[in-house]
């Protein structure tokens, strides 16, 4: 068992930029795929980014490629997401999870995943 814990949020000006945490216990995630995903009010649950088990992968969803970027510290156990250029679009509760899953490189769906965090809120002005 994992047990994932986001933190970072907050209330940021469009243009602005944030980097979301996600500190894990219970096991190291140095060797397990992890995902970010967010979910705006009266919308599902969307990819953001992964992030190989391996660690030497990641992909980003398109609506955020090119101003996000997941990585991994194995020393502190933790996943962030470093969010640049932020839209008001972009509000949303983010969350990290995490899959022991290896047969594929990326998991891109919430089913895919097993453990999940609280999320944490990120509210972009205009």
């Known amino acids: 068992q994992v047990q994932l814990v986001e933190s970072g949020g907050g209330l940021v000006q469009a243009g602005g930029s944030l980097r979301l945490s996600c500190a894990a216990s219970?096991?190291?995630?140095?060797?397990?795929?992890m995902g970010w995903f967010r979910q705006a009010p009266g919308k599902e649950r969307e990819f953001v980014a992964a992030?190989?088990?391996?660690?030497?992968?990641?992909i980003h969803a398109d609506l955020v490629k090119g101003r996000s970027t997941i990585s991994r510290d194995n020393a502190k156990n933790t996943v962030y997401l470093q969010m640049n250029s932020l839209k008001p679009e972009d509000t949303a509760v983010y969350y990290c999870?995490?899959?022991?899953?290896?047969?594929?490189?990326?998991?891109?769906?919430?089913?895919?995943?097993?453990?999940w965090g609280q999320g944490t809120h990120v509210t972009v002005s205009s």
């Open positions: 999870a995490a899959t022991f899953s290896r047969y594929r490189t990326y998991y891109l769906r919430t089913h895919e995943y097993d453990y």
């Open positions: 992030i190989s088990w391996s660690g030497f992968g990641t």
């Open positions: 219970g096991r190291t995630i140095s060797n397990i795929a």
